[in-house]
């Protein structure tokens, strides 16, 4: 009878096996040895450690040894023992090695080791084979995992929000365009202008922005809600923490006043930081050591500290007050860039920070209007090396005021007259915010540009995989 394949995770986790006869299957990161003995690390996938298959040249010949390259692809039997040296507790003695496929050294991309984070980026179709990237792809699988944990465990129901959409009123950034019609030689109307009502969906429409607008239609239906999908904007600006199409988790809960907002975007992200400490410490800790020996200490620091809370106003008056020349000056009005939000987060307050109160010409129109007549019920979190992860508020329950907020900025309505029925129709306090998935991911990886954390990144210029 065939013996089953053992993940190498289970040999490692499983003393048991110790003694008895294994089928692993994997990759060769490596092999070296004498004309006696020879070394193969294998990996899996299942964890950042390799196994260590012990070859005695006495029972292979030449023939079958040559083909086993870094790269190449083992299925190998053998009896599984305490190790005899140092860096590994168990080794596997090759009885049977079968070779699935080769990888010519002479082509093979990822045949040397150590190469830069930029040359991976190209080689976006292998990087996941490196240790690097099998342990930030783990570590990712993880938190989106943890999320799930996270409101399931609260009572909140998953909503999936549409992907296409055919309101341009969501605000949050340029839209990617949707269409079925002939680019070359679209159908016009009497005007000239392009006749939508012949596209697909018999009107223009785009890739979602967010899926703010529909998750409130949950939250007021079924209370507590959250989405978990893909959002898309077309952002020219080429930075290290934006992308074209990211993963965002918006939770949208009716009868929430911003401070319970507050409350669960704190308690949302010390959750899933500690579940990452909790189950994948073998690749933060080789995070850790590779890359950033203090990312565990800042992990281990945002779980524990207590968020700051303050005001915009109270941020501004800081900053201004630090003296520092930042690239983009600071006064009271003005977006904040991820210098301003680092500085009062990395050198200020030396913990994550939650702004709230900003001015209302910089937010969306939907957020909950103060009584100041100057500001909004926003709240953005802001993380060391990150800069802004959250973004989030209290929403507007008042019809008249969110109909007078709309009109001020000529918001085009007519095709969310179904939002507006939010507040027509037994309008409740509510409130929610985004989180952009792969921000946490960079956060827990302690990886410096958002490429990096996911598997195939749509960036301007970029789509090739
Ligand atoms: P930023 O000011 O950093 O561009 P934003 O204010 O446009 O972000 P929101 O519209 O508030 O972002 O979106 C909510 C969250 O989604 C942000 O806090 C961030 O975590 C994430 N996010 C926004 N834009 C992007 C992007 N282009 N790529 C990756 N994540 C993003
Ligand atoms: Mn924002």
């Not at 003694?19 to 990161?29: A, E, H, L, N, P």
């Amino acid at each position: 009878m065939a013996l089953n394949r053992t993940k190498i995770i289970d040999i490692f986790a499983n003393g048991e096996l110790i003694g008895t006869k294994v089928s692993v299957k994997g990759w060769v990161r490596s092999r070296r040895g004498n004309k006696f003995i020879q070394f193969i690390a294998l990996n899996d996938g299942s964890t950042i450690h390799n196994l260590q298959i012990v070859v005695n040249l006495e029972q292979f010949d030449d023939e079958t040894l040559r083909p086993i390259t870094t790269g190449a692809s083992l299925h190998v039997e053998g009896t599984l023992v305490a190790s005899q040296g140092k860096g590994q507790s168990v080794e596997v003695q090759a009885e049977s090695i079968e070779v699935y496929g080769t990888a010519d050294p002479e082509t093979y991309p990822l045949q040397k080791k150590g190469h830069t984070l930029e040359f991976l980026r190209e080689k976006a179709h292998l990087r996941m084979r490196t240790n690097t990237f099998g342990a930030v792809f783990r570590i990712r699988h993880h938190l989106a995992f943890a999320v799930h944990k996270f409101f399931n465990d609260r009572g909140f129901f998953y909503l999936n929000t549409p992907l296409i959409t055919s309101s341009d009123a969501e605000g949050a950034g340029e839209m990617f365009q949707v269409t079925t019609l002939n680019v070359k030689m679209p159908p016009r109307d009497e005007r000239g202008s392009i006749d939508y009502s012949k596209d697909f969906f018999g009107k223009r429409t785009s890739l979602t922005v967010s899926g703010q607008l529909e998750g409130e239609l949950g939250a007021t239906s079924l209370g507590l809600i959250y989405t978990f999908g893909p959002t898309f904007r077309a952002e020219k600006s080429n930075t290290p923490r934006h992308l074209a199409e990211f993963w965002m988790i918006e939770p949208e809960m009716a009868f929430y006043e911003i401070e319970d907002n507050m409350d669960l975007a704190e308690e949302f992200i010390k959750y899933c930081v500690s579940y990452a400490l909790e189950h994948c410490r073998d690749d933060i800790e080789f995070l850790n050591k590779m890359y950033d020996n203090t990312l565990i200490e800042r992990l281990e620091h945002v779980v524990k500290e207590q968020f700051v809370r303050l005001t915009y106003t109270e941020g501004i008056d800081i900053l201004v007050n630090s003296g520092k020349k930042f690239e983009f000056p600071v006064k009271w009005g003005v977006d904040l860039q991820s210098e301003h939000e680092r500085y009062l987060v990395e050198q200020h307050f030396k913990r994550p920070v939650i702004l709230t109160d900003y001015p209302k010409e910089i937010k969306a129109f939907y957020m909950k209007q103060n009584d100041d007549g100057k500001t909004v019920r926003a709240m953005d979190v802001l993380f060391p090396q990150i800069g802004e992860i959250i973004g989030g508020s209290q929403r507007e329950e008042s019809y008249n005021k969110l109909m007078a907020r709309i009109e001020e900025l000529h918001i085009p309505m007519k095709d969310m007259w179904w939002y507006l029925e939010t507040r027509k129709f037994g309008t409740v306090p509510h409130s929610g915010f985004g989180l952009g998935f792969e921000r946490l991911v960079l956060f827990v990886t302690g990886m410096a540009n958002i490429r990096d954390v996911i598997a195939f990144p749509r960036t301007p210029g970029n789509a090739e995989y």
